[in-house]
């Protein structure tokens, strides 16, 4: 047969498979048109798929499923114990015979009630309500968002008080919510203690209070009240902001008296602080200049006394050398000194005969032309 025409080969390699342009040649194998199913290879398959028909009927019928985040509470509804099981069982598989018995699933982790009259996409996701309408202690009517959030903490008094489900919610938070924040907390504000925050923040805590004494009974317990937002009629909310701009007003005025009387004090203590730094300066002063005089006083006196001593010497040395000249050694002391004059001379011409010569060998001669010695040449 020729299969030119398809691009094929002739033979046994009609049929073999083609891998692009080119057919892979398989000598020696036999013919074959499609795939057929061995018929020793069914029977695994249909057991497995038995098999597995089996344990999902057997786990439906038989187990159950609790989850990481949940409590599981058993219900006998045929049997010898009828009735909700105390037993609470966590997470894992667990024996339950369906038709016979329940098992009812608590979630475990925190759970979120939001009051609002604006949702959110986010808000959405948990179970909300209108914000509550509470009625202040003056007569005036606020609308608050608030976020609760409890968990469970006793299965087996949230089914038998509440009921399966998500009835802890229908029966247990949601009645009790908006009452709790009315009755002795929030409903005790006045209209202008909205917007003291730790006030409210007190009165939020009072509310969880309520909320636990009501709902702890019940297996439920609260964990946070958060007041997120509130809101008055546009009306008062006007009066109340313009009012607040008026406080606001009056406290910045009263903020600045105290201001200015502080800055007036802090002025008159600094006014004193320099007043005695003056003084304190001034009396440094006065202080520095009396030790100045004293020293100068005091080095004028020794100045005194040193002069007076030097006169009261040199008097003395004059005394003395006035009462040493009139003694006998006065006359060879003037020898002397004209002896020092003559030193000083290269040469003298003196007359040397007549009366009036002088021998300058002679020195009694030149002492009685001094007048040192009385008696001369005659």
Do not use: C, W
Request: no cysteine; glycine share 8%.
């Amino acid at each position: 047969m020729n299969d030119k025409g398809n691009g094929g080969s002739q033979g046994p390699f009609r049929d073999t498979p083609v891998f692009g342009r080119k057919r892979l040649k398989m000598p020696g194998l036999p013919k074959f048109s499609g795939f057929k199913l061995p018929m020793t290879g069914r029977k695994p398959v249909a057991l497995t798929v038995a098999v597995l028909i089996v344990a999902a009927v057997v786990y439906n019928l038989l187990l159950v499923y609790v989850g990481p985040n949940e409590y599981g509470i058993k219900e006998v509804q045929i049997g010898v114990k009828r009735g909700i099981l105390e037993k609470v069982y966590e997470t894992g598989l667990h024996l339950r015979i369906r038709g016979m018995e329940v098992m009812h699933k608590f979630p475990k982790d925190i759970q979120i009630f939001e009051m609002s009259n604006y949702p959110t996409p986010v808000t959405r996701q948990f179970r909300y309500a209108k914000a509550a309408h509470i009625q202040t202690s003056d007569g005036f009517f606020v609308d608050v968002d608030v976020s609760i959030l409890y968990h469970i903490v006793d299965p087996y008094k949230v089914i038998t008080t509440l009921g399966p489900g998500r009835m802890f919610e229908t029966n247990g938070i949601i009645p009790k919510a908006e009452p709790a924040l009315k009755e002795e907390s929030l409903g005790e504000l006045s209209t202008e203690e909205f917007y003291n925050s730790p006030l409210r923040a007190e009165k939020t805590l009072k509310a969880k209070d309520l909320l636990n004494s009501q709902l702890e009974p019940l297996g439920i317990q609260v964990t946070h009240v958060l007041v997120r937002y509130f809101q008055y009629s546009e009306e008062i909310q006007k009066n109340i902001e313009a009012k607040k701009l008026q406080d606001q007003l009056v406290y910045k005025n009263q903020a600045e008296k105290r201001a200015a009387e502080e800055g007036a004090k802090l002025q008159k203590v600094i006014s004193e602080g320099e007043a005695l730094v003056r003084v304190k300066l001034q009396e440094g002063d006065a202080y520095q200049v009396r030790r100045l005089a004293e020293r100068d006083l005091y080095v004028r006196k020794k100045h005194a006394e040193g002069d007076l001593l030097v006169k009261l010497a040199e008097a003395k040395r004059t005394d003395l050398k006035n009462k040493a000249l009139e003694g006998a050694g006065s006359e060879r002391l003037v020898g002397l000194k004209m002896a020092d004059v003559y030193k000083g001379l290269d040469m003298i011409i003196l007359s040397s005969d007549g009366p009036q010569g002088v021998n300058p060998l002679d020195m009694g001669d030149t002492l009685r032309m001094f007048e040192v010695r009385k008696g001369g040449r005659q």
